[in-house]
């Protein structure tokens, strides 16, 4: 089974400043199958995130997803206030799990 | 656009059963493989199982296996999540989620539908 460690736990910035989050796989991810999902209080999860890298359809350019390897990172690059919330990290080339999660928390 | 209404959620004692549907609407449900995907009170997501487009192929978590049977009536647009032998650490809020990609099995969740609350206790 892959395993997703998201890393931090919490993370608590500021509006306006640059946000960082990692997800990394105990083993390899097939095709960069690796998606990033947002989630706000009583609220679904939504996608931001698919291939590790492709934007879904609507969100801003200020959400950017990468790979290395085994590691992926989602960066936000300005905090607006509507982005403060938990993020997933989603495998979904070998069956499916989630990471468990960051909450972006406001400073 | 695009719509997932959850519903059969409720109370249920340990070792009974409960149907949870999901209505979808907006889309052609019948090309896109759907997931049940739940949510324990304060903890993280968990996918739950997938069944393709067509209903042939189903997967499940092994927390479930055994004990919880996906299908889909495609005549209806709705899918369903039969669970039996219901135990406490069941309870979580469950959403049904569609691939992104029409007849794909191994696909990103988009969307989800809102949720529906399910109470395993005594």
């Known amino acids: 089974e892959i395993v997703l460690t998201q890393s931090p736990g919490t993370l608590s910035l500021s509006p306006g400043e640059r946000a960082t989050l990692s997800c990394r796989a105990n083993q390899s991810v097939s095709s960069s199958n690796l998606a990033w999902y947002q989630q706000k209080p009583g609220q679904a999860p939504r996608i931001l995130i698919y291939?590790?890298?492709s934007r879904a359809t609507g969100i801003p350019d200020r959400f950017s997803g990468s790979a290395s390897g085994t590691d992926f990172t989602l960066t936000i690059s300005r905090l607006e206030p509507e982005d403060f919330a938990v993020y997933y990290c989603?495998?979904?080339?070998?069956?499916?799990?989630f990471g468990g999660g960051t909450k972006v928390e406001i400073k | 656009q695009v719509q997932l209404v959850e519903s059969g959620g409720g109370v249920v004692q340990p070792g009974r059963s409960l149907r949870l549907s999901c209505a979808a609407s907006?889309?052609?449900?019948?090309?896109?493989?759907m997931h049940w995907v739940r949510q324990a009170p304060g903890k993280g997501l968990e996918w739950v199982a997938v069944?393709?487009?067509?209903?042939?192929?189903?997967y499940y978590a092994d927390s479930v296996k055994g004990r919880f049977t996906i299908s889909r009536d495609n005549s209806k647009n709705t899918l369903y999540l039969q669970m039996n032998t219901l135990r406490a650490e069941d309870t979580a809020v469950y959403y049904c989620?569609?691939?992104?990609?029409?007849?794909?099995?191994?696909?990103?969740?988009?969307?989800w539908g809102q949720g529906t609350l399910v109470t395993v206790s005594s």
């Open positions: 989603q495998q979904y080339g070998s069956s499916f799990t």
């Open positions: 069944i393709s487009y067509d209903g042939s192929n189903k």
């Open positions: 907006g889309f052609t449900f019948s090309s896109y493989g």
């Open positions: 291939g590790a890298s």
């Open positions: 989620a569609t691939n992104r990609r029409y007849f794909h099995l191994w696909d990103p969740f988009d969307p």
